[in-house]
């Protein structure tokens, strides 16, 4: 469960980084 936990939080902050740098734009398409 700790393992999962810093997984998703790990994507979690590499998903907002990514809008932050592109401002949301293509942050779809970078997950689909």
């Given at each position: 469960?700790?393992?999962?936990?810093?997984?998703?939080?790990?994507?979690?902050v590499?998903?907002?980084?990514?809008?932050?740098?592109?401002?949301?734009?293509?942050?779809?398409?970078?997950?689909?």
């Open positions: 469960l700790g393992i999962f936990t810093s997984m998703f939080t790990a994507i979690m590499t998903r907002a980084m990514v809008n932050l740098i592109y401002g949301g734009r293509d942050f779809k398409k970078l997950w689909i």
